[in-house]
């Protein structure tokens, strides 16, 4: 008999000897156990799937909602910075306003009139630069999301509800508003007489 031989016996002797002895529970019952198992660890696996999926889910939306704070916070960062700003292209608009109607001939006020224009004209440049637009809806429907009534009067040259004067113009900042445009307002002429007082 050679080696191999000899092992094949000593192996099958031992299968023999392992197989002969009695299992000490029954294959139908060791079965069931197994599956009662195998469902509730199925369900529990199942249930931390969904729990992962939702966590996922949330962490896009506010990954999502971060950025976009993110960029508003980008886009509308220098709005307080405008509108202090605001009140000095007011005033030299006004200087200029101020200077049209007096003497041409004086060299001293076609200086200052020359300067304030300049002055204006840059500001309003350099504001451009940083999308702040100005709002200047002379003749243009009454809008009441960018302008504020200041006042009706009747006027039979204009469309009922349209801007006959600009008592302060309005700005935008990257198309949200800063500032309403204060304006006067036409009312039809046979309009009922409202109470502003009330």
């Not at 197989?19 to 139908?28: I, K, L, R, V």
């Amino acid at each position: 008999m050679s080696a191999d031989e000899n092992r094949n016996e000593h192996v099958e002797g031992e299968l023999n000897e392992a197989g002969t002895e009695t299992p000490s529970e029954a294959p139908e019952e060791a079965a069931e156990d197994q599956g009662g198992e195998l469902d509730a660890l199925r369900e529990q696996a199942q249930g931390f799937q969904e729990q992962m999926l939702r966590s996922q889910a949330e962490m896009q939306n506010v990954r999502r909602r971060a950025e976009i704070d993110v960029q508003k916070a980008h886009k509308f960062a220098l709005e307080k910075f405008v509108k202090e700003l605001l009140p000095v292209a007011d005033s030299l608009e006004k200087a200029v306003e101020n200077t049209e109607g007096k003497d041409a001939g004086s060299d001293l006020v076609a200086t200052i009139r020359e300067g304030a224009e300049m002055t204006l004209n840059l500001f309003m440049n350099s504001l451009k630069k940083f999308n702040v637009e100005q709002l200047n809806p002379l003749g243009e429907p009454f809008d009441p999301q960018l302008h504020e009534a200041m006042s009706m009067v009747p006027s039979p040259d204009a469309e009922p509800n349209s801007v006959v004067a600009v008592v302060q113009k309005g700005y935008t900042l990257n198309d949200r508003l800063v500032r309403p445009a204060m304006v006067v307002v036409a009312k039809a002429e046979d309009a009922p007489k409202i109470d502003e007082q009330a």
